[in-house]
């Protein structure tokens, strides 16, 4: 993956290099489709963001601001998206989740006690979308911003208005919360295949 | 989940290893850590977890091509951009040109340099544009826009010079000159320096040796016509000097001579009777027929001597 600067040199040279601007379209798919976790809608939102990447650019006066600007603009247009979807598995509504009744009874086994060969199964890979799905929107941004497009907790805290410690704690709570989501879809995956085999 | 002891100081170093971000001095410090502090350890097999399944998933996706509206329109974003900043820079460069005083010749040189601030807005543009793939393009494609854009930046160059006194018919040359300079030395640009330098550079050079080409033109031209005015004062006193009868022979010399030279006007095509014409009948200076006809006063003057050989022969003859 590449490093920041390379990140920022991509996006100047999107403006008029067609390759460079096949791989900035790759990042921003991958941005839409790990947030919004449906192929169709990855594509029309990162569509939709190079668009409007192209055509206000010149709107942004300072140039080192650009790759803020642009993974502003690509959340931006993921969340609008989302806003027209109904939620379909969501942990939003709790408001202290790290308390919450569900989190406190996947809290009482460690999720990490199923064999890792069994949770990193290469059909499961799917179950990592839909578990990412489960998160609230900010944590699944955070996340994905930070290990999947590697911007800093610096950047991430700038794009969402927060400031870093917030940035990290809610990581740090994505990342457990993705962990329970995650094994309890595997669970189910295994329960449904010894149904079968049954 | 066990209990944890978060120790935050460290929870961002623990996030950066296990992205593999950390260098071999921050990894040591921070695995003597992770060898005392169970929670932590803990919260880093966490991290890899998650990122060992995020990178996994990552593999199995396939990113589909841009549309094709997409490519259209960043290469009409590219064009238009590229377009107006060559046209706004030109634009302000001629502005800022008709403000400056006039210098005299032998400043020339160092007005040419545009001004900075020209320099300054095309080297940005060319630099956020990526200097290698603009100049890929005009290697590869002659028709490229940047060719354009090239051009605008010469002319400018070679137009805003406006002290040398350089003909301006003979300022489209050097832009012609330039381009082809450009053209064909492209290949050895080694990008050592900016390529607007590298551009102005050879529109110098060029301009240089036209603005040389003129003033040596000039120093004939006023050689010969010292000559030339030295000779008609010696025939003025000669006229003035004569008796009558003597200037009637003279007239009759006059006359024998113009028949003379209607002959060898006669005798001439294109290019020299026209010269004959302008100097002889309609009266033209050398310098005045030169500019008309757009060729050098040295070749009026070759053209006149040669004339004058025919009538002088001709008259010995009668």
């Known amino acids: ?198 | 989940m066990n209990p944890q002891i978060y120790h935050d100081e460290w929870e961002e170093k623990i996030v950066a290893r296990a992205m593999q971000e950390l260098n071999e001095e921050e990894r040591t410090l921070l695995d003597q850590h992770l060898e005392s502090c169970a929670s932590c350890s803990q919260e880093l097999q966490e991290y890899n977890f998650l990122v060992r399944r995020l990178h996994a998933t990552e593999k199995d996706i396939i990113v589909p091509e841009p549309s094709p509206e997409l490519m259209a329109l960043q290469q009409e974003v590219a064009r238009s951009s590229i377009q107006q900043e060559a046209q706004r820079v030109v634009e302000q460069a001629f502005t800022q040109n008709r403000e400056e005083e006039p210098e005299d010749l032998l400043s020339s040189r160092s007005v040419m340099v545009p001004g900075s601030s020209m320099r300054g807005m095309l080297h940005a543009q060319v630099s956020r544009l990526n200097e290698r793939a603009v100049i890929a393009d005009l290697q590869e494609n002659r028709n490229s826009e940047y060719w354009q854009v090239c051009r605008l930046y010469i002319e400018h160059i070679v137009k805003s010079d406006h002290h040398s006194g350089l003909l301006e018919y003979l300022k489209e040359d050097v832009v012609q000159e330039t381009l082809i300079s450009v053209f064909t030395h492209l290949r050895t640009f080694s990008y050592k320096g900016q390529f607007t330098t590298w551009l102005m550079i050879i529109a110098r050079i060029r301009l240089n040796d036209a603005i040389r080409r003129q003033q040596r033109i000039k120093r004939h031209e006023t050689d010969l016509e010292f000559l030339l005015k030295e000779e008609e004062e010696a025939k003025d006193s000669r006229v003035l000097s004569n008796p009558p009868e003597e200037a009637a022979l003279i007239n009759e010399q006059l006359q024998a001579s113009l028949e003379a030279m209607q002959a060898f006007l006669w005798k001439q095509k294109g290019r020299d009777r026209m010269i004959l014409q302008q100097v002889f009948f309609d009266g033209h200076g050398y310098r005045q027929t030169a500019r008309l006809i757009g060729i050098p006063v040295s070749t009026i003057g070759h053209t006149i001597h040669a004339a004058r050989e025919y009538v002088k022969n001709a008259l010995e003859e009668t």
């Open chain 1, 1 to 198: 993956m590449e490093s920041d600067n390379s990140f920022e040199k991509l996006i100047e040279r999107a403006l008029f290099d067609p390759d460079s601007l096949r791989q900035l379209h790759r990042r921003i798919y991958h941005f839409h489709l790990w947030f919004l976790g449906d192929v169709l809608d990855a594509q029309d939102t990162t569509q939709d963001t190079l668009m409007t990447f192209l055509q206000k650019h010149t709107e942004v006066r300072d140039r080192s601001c650009l790759k803020a600007w642009l993974m502003r603009v690509a959340h931006n247009k993921a969340m609008d998206r989302l806003r027209r979807r109904r939620p379909e598995l969501s942990l939003d509504k709790i408001e202290s989740p790290d308390e919450s009744p569900l989190c406190e009874f996947l809290a009482s086994t460690d999720v990490y006690d199923m064999p890792e060969e069994v949770l990193e199964r290469q059909e499961f890979n799917p179950l990592v979308l839909t578990a990412l799905k489960a998160l609230p929107d900010k944590h699944r941004s955070c996340l994905i911003l930070r290990f999947v497009q590697e911007l800093s907790s610096e950047e991430i805290a700038l794009l969402h208005g927060l400031c870093t410690e917030q940035v990290r704690r809610i990581i740090r709570s994505a990342k457990t919360r993705f962990a329970i989501a995650y094994t309890q879809l595997v669970s189910e995956q295994l329960e449904k295949e010894r149904g079968q085999d049954s």
